[in-house]
C-alpha cells in the first residue's frame, strides 16, 4: 500500500500552470450541469412528443416512432457519442461539414449534448407511451365521445394523467442523465469525468480526486432527486398510489 | 477524407473478432459473477441480520448513484493499491462490472423474491424446511422464472456498458474499431461498423426476450 495520502491537493497549483486543481474541478462540475440539463430539456421535449405519437392510431407515425426507439436504445451510448462527433459530421454535405469541423464554436458541448439528448429522448418516449397506455381505454373514448378531436383528447384528458402518472420513472431518468453525461470525456468534453482523469494524471493523487469527483456527482444526483420529488408531491393525482418517498 | 471505402473492413475483421470475443466474454463473467452476487446482496438485505441488511443496501445504492465511468476509474485505481502489483485493464474491467452489476441484479432479484407470495415461502417452512432448503427449493426458483426477463434485459445493458472499458484502454470491440480505424486511417467505417454489430445484437436479443417473456409467463 504505497499511497501517500495528501488531502490538501485540491488547493495546489496544477504542474506548470496558475491554476489550482479546484478551479479544474468546478469548471468540470460546470460543464456537467449544463451538458445534463440542455439535453434534458431536449429529451423530455422530442421524448414526449415521439412518445405521444407511438400511441396514436396513425400506423406509419407508430413504426416510425418505434424505429427511432430501437434505434436508440441498442446502440452504446459511447458508441454513440463517437458516431455523432467523427462520422456524423462526414455525412453532411461538403460546405457544412467543413464549417461543423473546423468552425463550430463549442464543438464538443453542442455534440455531446445533441448525443445525450436524443439518446434519452428514446428513453422517455417508452415511459411517456407507457403512461398513456396505463390509462383505461375509456378516458380516451370518452374524450372522442364528448365531441373532441384526437388532439384535444390528448391534449385535454390523456396527457395531463400521463405525464402526473410517469414522474417518478421520469425521476430515475433525471439521474442517468447525470450519470450518462460521464461517457462525454470520450469526445474530449472537459466535464467531471474528463476533468478526473487529467487531474489524477497531473497529480498522481488518484483517491482524493476520485473521491471530490465522486462526491460531486452525488450531489448532483441527489438534488436531482429532491427537485422530482418536489415536482411529483405538488402534481400527484389524488386517489392514485405513488410510492411514498 | 475521400468517399467511403467498405474494404478496409475485410482485413480488420479477424481484430475486430477478438475485440467482440473479449466484449462478450466480459458480458458473461459479469452476468454469472453478478446475478450469484446480486443474489446474496439481495438476500442479505432482505433475510439477513440488521447489520448485514444495511451494509447490503448501501453498497447497492452507492453503485447505483455514481456513473460507471467513474466505477471502472475506481476499481482500475484502487485494486492494485489492495494487492500490491499492478493488473492488466482486461482483468480489472472483469471485477470491476461483476462488483458493479451484482448491484442492478441484486435489486432485480430482491423484486423478483418479493413477487413471490408468501403463502409459498410458509408452505415451505411449514413443510420442515430451513430457510436455506426454503430459498433453493421454493421461492428463488419462482423469482428466477419471474424475473428471467429483467435479468436478460438488464444483461443486454450490461453489454452495450463493456464498451465503457474504453476509459482504461482495455481491447473490446470499440476498442478494436478504434485501433483498426486509426491503423487504416479510416475511423468513419470503423465506427459505423461496430455502431451496426452493436445494434444488430442487441436488437435480435431483445427481440428473443419479448418472445421468452411470452411463452415462460407463469400461469396464475
Redesign the interface.
Known amino acids: 500500500?504505497g499511497?501517500n495520502w495528501h488531502w490538501g491537493i485540491y488547493f495546489d497549483k496544477i504542474k506548470g500552470g496558475e491554476e489550482t486543481y479546484l478551479s479544474w474541478l468546478i469548471t468540470g462540475f460546470g460543464w456537467t450541469v449544463a451538458i445534463s440539463l440542455c439535453s434534458w430539456i431536449i429529451a423530455l421535449v422530442l421524448g414526449g412528443l415521439i412518445g405521444t405519437v407511438r400511441t396514436t392510431p396513425r400506423r406509419w407515425a407508430v413504426r416510425l416512432g418505434d424505429a427511432w426507439v430501437?434505434?436508440f436504445?441498442?446502440?452504446?451510448?459511447?458508441?454513440?457519442f463517437?458516431?455523432w462527433f467523427?462520422?456524423v459530421p462526414?455525412l453532411l454535405p461538403e460546405k457544412l461539414s467543413l464549417w461543423v469541423k473546423q468552425e463550430m464554436p463549442a464543438k464538443e458541448f453542442i455534440t455531446a449534448t445533441v448525443c445525450l439528448g436524443l439518446f434519452t429522448s428514446a428513453r422517455i418516449a417508452e415511459q411517456v407511451r407507457a403512461g398513456i397506455l396505463s390509462l383505461p381505454r375509456g378516458q380516451r373514448l370518452a374524450g372522442l365521445a364528448m365531441g373532441f378531436t384526437l388532439p384535444q383528447t390528448y391534449r385535454y384528458v390523456l396527457l395531463p394523467m400521463a405525464c402526473r402518472i410517469i414522474l417518478p420513472p421520469l425521476t430515475s431518468e433525471f439521474?442517468n442523465v447525470?450519470?450518462?453525461?460521464?461517457?462525454a470525456?470520450?469526445i474530449g468534453v472537459l466535464e467531471l469525468?474528463f476533468q478526473?482523469?487529467q487531474m489524477?494524471e497531473d497529480s498522481e493523487q488518484?483517491?482524493e480526486t476520485?473521491l471530490a469527483?465522486?462526491v460531486l456527482?452525488?450531489i448532483c444526483?441527489f438534488v436531482a432527486n429532491r427537485m422530482m420529488v418536489w415536482i411529483e408531491n405538488r402534481t400527484r393525482v389524488p386517489g392514485y398510489i405513488t410510492a411514498a418517498k | 477524407?475521400g468517399p467511403f471505402d467498405y474494404t478496409v473492413l475485410v482485413p480488420s475483421l479477424p481484430f475486430l473478432w477478438t475485440g467482440l470475443q473479449f466484449s462478450v466474454h466480459l458480458t458473461l463473467i459479469a452476468m454469472s459473477g453478478g446475478i450469484v452476487l446480486g443474489t446474496l446482496l439481495a438476500l442479505a438485505r432482505l433475510s439477513g441480520p440488521k447489520p448485514l441488511s444495511t451494509a447490503s443496501a448501501m453498497y447497492v445504492d452507492l453503485m447505483r448513484?455514481?456513473?460507471?465511468?467513474?466505477v471502472i476509474?475506481?476499481f482500475f485505481?484502487?485494486i492494485p493499491?489492495?494487492i500490491?502489483k499492478p493488473v492488466g485493464a482486461e482483468y480489472s474491467a472483469i471485477i470491476t462490472f461483476t462488483a458493479f452489476e451484482a448491484a442492478y441484479y441484486s435489486e432485480i432479484m430482491r423484486a423478483g423474491i418479493q413477487s413471490v407470495s408468501k403463502g409459498q415461502a410458509m408452505a415451505g417452512y411449514a413443510l420442515g424446511m430451513t430457510y436455506g432448503q426454503n430459498m433453493r427449493l421454493v421461492v428463488l426458483p419462482q423469482a428466477f422464472r419471474n424475473m428471467l426477463p429483467v435479468l436478460l434485459t438488464q444483461t443486454i445493458i450490461l453489454f452495450?456498458?463493456t464498451?465503457?472499458v474504453?476509459?482504461i484502454g482495455a481491447k473490446d470491440l470499440?476498442k478494436a474499431a478504434d485501433i483498426a480505424g486509426k491503423n487504416y486511417n479510416r475511423?468513419?467505417e470503423m465506427?459505423?461498423f461496430?455502431?451496426v454489430i452493436?445494434?444488430v445484437i442487441?436488437?435480435s436479443l431483445?427481440a428473443l426476450v419479448k418472445r421468452l417473456q411470452k411463452r415462460y409467463a407463469v400461469l396464475r
Not at chain 1, 436504445?73 to 454513440?80: A, T
Not at chain 2, 448513484?65 to 467513474?70: E, G
Open positions: 500500500m499511497y430501437e434505434l436504445r441498442n446502440i452504446p451510448l459511447l458508441v454513440q463517437f458516431l467523427f462520422v462526414e439521474m447525470f450519470k450518462n453525461s460521464s461517457v470525456f470520450a469525468t478526473a482523469r489524477q488518484g483517491i476520485y469527483v465522486t456527482y452525488f444526483a | 477524407m448513484s455514481i456513473p460507471l465511468v467513474m476509474l475506481w485505481l484502487v493499491l489492495i500490491g452495450q456498458d464498451s465503457l474504453y476509459a470499440l475511423p468513419v465506427y459505423l461496430s455502431a452493436y445494434f442487441c436488437f431483445s
